[in-house]
T-cell receptor, first 115, second 113 residues
Framework: NAGVTQTPKFQVLKTGQSMTLQCAQDMNHEYMSWYRQDPGMGLRLIHYSVGAGITDQGEVPNGYNVSRSTTEDFPLRLLSAAPSQTSVYFC??????????????FGEGSWLTVV | GNSVTQMEGPVTLSEEAFLTINCTYTATGYPSLFWYVQYPGEGLQLLLKATKADDKGSNKGFEATYRKETTSFHLEKGSVQVSDSAVYFCALSRKAAGNKLTFGGGTRVLVKP
């Protein structure tokens, strides 16, 4: 059972570099999202998608870009990495964005350090 | 806007002790409420949820009751084990907001043998 798969698990970047965090789900889920986790702040929504070809901004979108060309994949791009983007990133998916109480499934996380 | 407030940790307990983690929320309408658990080095897993007032979610000995009158969803377990050591997140979602999750800051729980 693959579920939600994120890569890489660990990454160190230099300030100004760009990179892409990959996310794939094999559950045919409609809804996918990216969160970042910072100490004492819980998880904050970066971007989300309610279906292929549809994306929208969450709470903290600046410095990040996403696309959803297929149902399965939802990559997160850091355009020009900054130390403030040092965080743990989680990809998540759920069957629907419109059913109350939908369970959201999370990947195992990607630890990113920007130096 | 929506917000979730939960008690700050860390909470340190002995094995077989009673655990309570307080969670209160602010939201319009009738949100769904969740507890997620994050074990060391892992992603978040759904622990339990409740979708309407007075519902009780339960799983693995944990329970939480959706209290509309006090806007609370406190997590409880009667007898904790070392394996319950983790970070616990309270969260809410609203259908009108596309079911996006709003999280509390997380509470780290450490259970000692």
């Amino acid at each position: 059972n693959a579920g939600v798969t994120q890569t890489p698990k660990f990454q160190v970047l230099k300030t100004g570099q760009s990179m892409t965090l990959q996310c794939a789900q094999d559950m045919n889920h409609e809804y996918m999202s990216w969160y970042r986790q910072d100490p004492g702040m819980g998880l904050r929504l970066i971007h989300y998608s309610v279906g292929a070809g549809i994306t929208d901004q969450g709470e903290v979108p600046n410095g990040y870009n996403v696309s959803r060309s297929t149902t399965e994949d939802f990559p997160l791009r850091l355009l020009s990495a900054a130390p403030s983007q040092t965080s743990v990133y989680f990809c998540a998916s759920s069957p629907s964005h419109s059913e109350p109480g939908n369970t959201i499934y999370f990947g195992e996380g990607s630890w990113l350090t920007v130096v | 806007g929506n917000s979730v407030t939960q008690m700050e940790g860390p909470v340190t307990l002995s094995e077989e002790a009673f655990l309570t983690i307080n969670c209160t929320y602010t939201a319009t309408g009738y949100p769904s409420l969740f507890w997620y658990v994050q074990y060391p080095g892992e992603g978040l897993q759904l622990l339990l949820k409740a979708t309407k007032a007075d519902d009780k979610g339960s799983n693995k000995g944990f329970e939480a009751t959706y209290r509309k009158e006090t806007t609370s969803f406190h997590l409880e377990k009667g007898s904790v084990q070392v394996s319950d050591s983790a970070v616990y997140f309270c969260a809410l979602s609203r259908k009108a907001a596309g079911n996006k999750l709003t999280f509390g800051g997380g509470t780290r729980v450490l259970v000692k043998p």
